[in-house]
């Protein structure tokens, strides 16, 4: 073994049957530590190096298998730790990219070819829609306006006149990126006079004044499905704000309201409704007609209905969005007391006392009661 060079694994503090997570997890923390733009001392800049160079071989499974089995003299011909230079390692941006907070400017666009500022997905967009109940139960098309940025079609979205509207940025000299040496680092940046287009505006485009895009409304038709509810949200892929530098579009998200109806009202798939009924219909029992989604449905008052009772009408409440079938219809039954009578009324009601039994006597509460008073 070279007596020149640690082993690797020492340097790395690892033992030998690391996966490369650990690997990445240790090259990371020393990286931290000693990298000379956090560490200004000066034996920080050979312990960096030293670092990288035993996790650019360690990570290489060839390189590590022949190192493993020969040590430093086994990495000769393989491109290993003689002249490593860290600019040539690929993972080794995209670490210290996320350490440090780099992001690309390791030259991981420029090595790729072309210094160009990357693509950039547009931004999404939201509009909020209100419906009404019966729309839920059976679904809609409906047009919609949306406003949003359309790339300037005098320009096709460059920002400048078409003849000599551009020139090359006299900054980068059209690479889009500069390039700075720090330490051993070959560091590429983005450049800041062009915004990594690789040319500035020299004329801006008379329409959208440079800005590349000019503010439009755009006509959509959006199929609402049945059984959508207030909160719900429908996605409209790539009809959102436009990329920049070629990316794609955002998307456009519907946000559904539903409007308060006058009669029904809606709790999940089912729906609910209060049914009045005089105390005679509801002594006695009695029909009614009651016009629903589905149309005229009779609906059974069973005899001896209190206030609160609750009738069931199976499948008519909302569909389910995400499933088959319906939810169900409840009716509230809400007995109404006369609060004025006739003469003839009165003698009646009379009558019917008399035969009454008299049920003055408070009612002992129920055990939900008892335990609300409890904590109260």
Not at 214 to 224: M, P, Y
Not at 252 to 274: A, Q
């Amino acid at each position: 073994m070279n007596a020149t060079k640690r082993d690797y694994y020492e340097v790395l503090g690892v033992k030998r049957d690391v996966d490369l997570s650990g690997l990445k997890n240790a090259y990371r923390e020393l990286a931290k530590r000693y990298h000379p733009d956090r560490n200004p001392e000066q034996d920080a800049e050979d312990r960096f190096k030293e670092a990288s160079e035993a996790y650019s071989i360690l990570s290489d499974p060839q390189k590590r298998a022949a190192y493993d089995r020969y040590g430093h003299q086994g990495l000769q011909g393989l491109g290993g730790s003689q002249g490593f230079d860290p600019n040539s390692f690929t993972d080794f941006s995209d670490i210290l990219g996320d350490l440090f907070g780099f992001g690309d400017i390791f030259g991981g666009a420029g090595r790729r070819g072309g210094g160009h500022s990357r693509s950039q997905r547009g931004e999404d967009l939201r509009y909020d829609l209100e419906i009404n109940l019966e729309d839920t139960i059976r679904g809609l098309s409906v047009d919609i306006q949306v406003p949003r940025m359309e790339g300037c079609s005098r320009c096709q979205g460059t920002g400048a006149e078409k003849n000599d509207g551009l020139v090359t940025c006299p900054m980068c000299h059209g690479r889009g990126e500069v390039i700075y040496q720090q330490s051993f680092l070959q560091i590429r940046r983005t450049c800041g006079q062009c915004g990594g287009r690789g040319q500035i505006i020299r004329r801006p485009c008379t329409q959208c004044r440079g800005e590349r895009y000019v503010r439009t409304e755009r006509k959509l038709k959006v199929n609402i499905p049945a059984g959508v509810d207030t909160g719900t949200r429908l996605r409209l892929a790539n009809e959102g704000q436009p990329g920049g530098n070629g990316g794609m579009a955002g998307d456009l998200y519907v946000v559904v309201k539903i409007k308060e109806h006058p009669i029904f009202e809606r709790s999940g798939d089912d729906l609910h409704c209060t049914m009045p009924v005089n105390i005679a219909q509801a002594a006695l029992g009695t029909e009614v007609n009651l016009l629903t989604f589905d149309g005229l449905e009779s609906v059974k008052v069973p005899e001896g209905s209190q206030t609160g009772s609750r009738i069931r009408l199976k499948n008519l409440g909302v569909p389910k969005l995400q499933g088959s079938g319906r939810g169900d219809l409840f009716v509230h039954v809400d007995v109404r007391i006369p609060a004025k009578l006739t003469r003839e009324q009165r003698k009646l009601f009379e009558q019917l006392r008399e035969t009454l039994p008299v049920e003055n006597e408070p009612h002992e509460k129920g055990i939900i009661d008892r335990v609300k008073d409890y904590f109260m």
